[in-house]
């Protein structure tokens, strides 16, 4: 064979090689198939392909939700009823109802104002409940019913009536929401 067929040019650093080569000798580079990608170019091609998939699942997961400030007076209590269940050690409170969307969006409800009034429409009392009582996600223009409990009450108010009020709620798929009251 002759001189030229038994060398060939590094694509990379132009420096004549073996043709047999699989590493240039001058340059560090591999003469396969992927002449300009190292080992380091795939790391770095890794690393950047992570980053973005954290960015991404990061901007999913803990980005910002809608504020539900704006549309608290979207959901309404259309109806409520009241019950007490009494123990030998303790006496729950138990208000049901049913509750509309008329917003756009989906809520998981997550804070509710009690209040019970006397005849005269004053308020008695008044209980906040949580998402600890409950897991409700309303959809956008639906109707649901809803039931919190009030454990362990030491008394029962007097009066007449009750009116529930949403006070919180977070837009649902979201880890790190923002609530109601912001």
């Known amino acids: 064979m002759t001189e030229t067929q038994q060398t060939k040019v590094c694509p990379l650093c132009a420096e004549t090689i073996k043709a ?3 590493v240039c000798p001058h340059c560090r580079r591999g003469q396969g198939r992927l002449v300009f990608v190292s080992r380091y170019d795939l790391l770095a091609l890794l690393s950047i392909l992570v980053f973005v998939l954290i960015v ?3 901007w999913y997961f803990f980005g910002t939700s809608r504020k539900f400030s704006p549309e ?3 959901i309404t209590v259309l109806s409520t009823q ?3 269940e009494r123990t030998s050690d303790h006496t729950n409170v138990v ?3 049913i509750l509309t969307n008329a917003s756009d969006y989906t809520w998981k409800l997550t804070g509710f104002e009690i209040r019970f009034l006397d005849g005269a429409g004053k308020t008695v009392d008044a209980e906040n409940a949580g998402s600890e009582y409950m897991d409700l996600t ?3 223009h639906a109707e649901c019913s809803f039931r919190l409990s009030l454990p362990f009450r030491e008394s029962i108010p007097e009066h007449t009536s009750s ?3 949403v006070t919180k709620a977070e837009q649902p798929g979201f880890w790190f ?3 109601a009251g912001e």
Do not use: M, N
């Open 82 to 84: 009241f019950g007490v």
């Open 72 to 74: 608290r007076h979207k």
């Open 20 to 22: 047999a080569a699989k």
């Open 177 to 179: 929401a923002s609530e």
């Open 56 to 58: 991404v699942f990061s």
């Open 138 to 140: 309303i959809l956008s």
């Open 95 to 97: 208000v049901s109802g």
């Open 163 to 165: 009116r529930v009020r």
